[in-house]
């Protein structure tokens, strides 16, 4: 899993950069992670780890349907609703993860300010609520990093 993930990400920088259209390959690599955590099975910290890279596969579906949403590309990557819809899936895996950890705080920080992007992006009325849940995971963070 962990591999084909650091390819879609791979293949997404390579096309962020300029260097060549990879979405493609990316969108694939990210669709692999997915399978294999869906087949997976896995119990414990296997499964908390297989939640953590199906969370960012799905992440990286939601950018690049979010980078895509302007362009030609839009229609083959789902433009800005899919991205702000994979975003909440990548936040749900996250949430199904069962120790809170700041590493793990972090990262949804990280996914609900790419949501409001896209909710922003399209003038959605979702971009209260997400404002709201980035001041409650702030909150949750500043709170675990107090008690270590």
């Avoid at 920088?13 to 694939?28: S, V």
């Avoid at 920080?109 to 709201?132: C, F, G, K, W």
Wanted: hydrophobic share 45%.
């Amino acid at each position: 899993m962990q591999a084909h993930l650091g390819l879609g990400l791979a293949y997404q920088c390579l096309t962020i950069a300029k260097l060549g259209d990879h979405w493609a390959d990316a969108d694939a690599e990210f669709r692999e992670v997915l399978r294999l955590h869906a087949t997976g099975g896995l119990a414990g910290g296997e499964a908390r780890h297989s939640l953590r890279l199906a969370a960012e596969a799905k992440a990286g579906q939601a950018l690049t349907a979010y980078l895509t949403a302007g362009q030609s590309d839009a229609a083959r990557y789902g433009g800005y609703q899919t991205a702000a819809a994979a975003y909440e899936e990548a936040l749900a895996l996250l949430d199904r993860i069962d120790v809170v950890r700041p590493r793990n705080l972090e990262r949804e920080l990280i996914y609900l300010r790419n949501l409001r992007s896209v909710y922003q992006a399209m003038d959605a009325p979702e971009l209260t609520d997400v404002d709201a849940r980035i001041s409650a995971t702030s909150s949750t963070l500043a709170s675990v990093a107090k008690r270590r």
